[in-house]
């Protein structure tokens, strides 16, 4: 069974920085996306950045020079690099594993929360 873990969330004022870590284990196809998502109060679920396991990158661009998408394969860990934090970037922040291959199988963490003071 493949299990998402997140961890590094909490509270930060405007201009911190925190790093999230999303810690992946069972088995998984070796070809997948790994993405952190976030979703503030009353908004939808939005994509934040995404790597590939071929290390191709994409971020919002919210948060472009901002914040930085790396991983781990030895830890099997994606992490979450975020600077220059604005009370805007407050939410739940998810991570998420898909295959990529058919039927492209999607998995989620349970979410870590950040919140971004003034």
């Known amino acids: 069974q493949v299990q998402l873990v997140e961890s590094g969330g909490g509270l930060v004022q405007a201009g911190g920085s925190l790093r999230l870590s999303c810690a992946i284990s069972?088995?998984?196809?070796?070809?997948?996306?790994m993405g952190w998502y976030r979703q503030a109060p009353g908004k939808q679920r939005e994509l934040v950045a995404s790597?590939?396991?071929?290390?191709?990158?994409n971020y919002a661009d919210s948060v472009k020079g901002r914040f930085t998408i790396s991983k781990d394969n030895a830890k099997n860990t994606v992490y979450l690099q975020m600077n220059s934090l604005k009370p805007e970037d407050t939410a739940v922040y998810y991570c998420k594993l898909q295959e990529l291959r058919l039927p492209r199988r999607e998995y989620w963490g349970q979410g870590t929360q950040v919140t971004v003071s003034s």
């Open positions: 790597i590939t396991t071929g290390d191709s990158i």
């Open positions: 069972g088995s998984i196809f070796s070809r997948n996306v």
